[in-house]
């Protein structure tokens, strides 16, 4: 009898040695989870940045169309300073490409 009640506290602190390890893997798994969650949540908050800059932009450009604004002209002139000479410039002028 002494013997299997021997037997019994050796199993059950094998088994006890089996549940604090297992305990602590999951405690590791959980952490590591909680880091990549933590991870995904600065992401999504990057993005609903983005997401409501771009947003307020498309808006502010929406009523500036609506309202008639002014378009935009853009002049570019280009130069040489080769020996060649051969300078010459261009100039562009035109809307903004959104129809209304």
Known sequence: AEERGEL????AKLRIRDLEDALQRAKQDMARQVREYQELMNVKLALDIEIATYRKLLE????RIASGGNTATIHIQESSSSSGGGGGGFGYGGGSGYGG
């Open 60 to 63: 502010g450009e929406e009523s």
């Open 8 to 11: 019994a506290v050796k199993d």
